[in-house]
């Protein structure tokens, strides 16, 4: 189980900049329409 968290926070962190990214993206979509 030990062995699971890094590869889980890796995943979690991975996910969690792409969700960013996202947000970015749109917050900048609305902000030049």
């Given at each position: 189980m030990s062995n699971l968290s890094p590869i889980k926070f890796?995943?979690?962190r991975r996910v969690a900049n792409?969700?960013?990214q996202q947000r970015k993206m749109n917050?900048?979509?609305v902000?030049?329409?």
């Open positions: 890796q995943i979690y792409w969700d960013i917050f900048l979509c902000d030049v329409s």
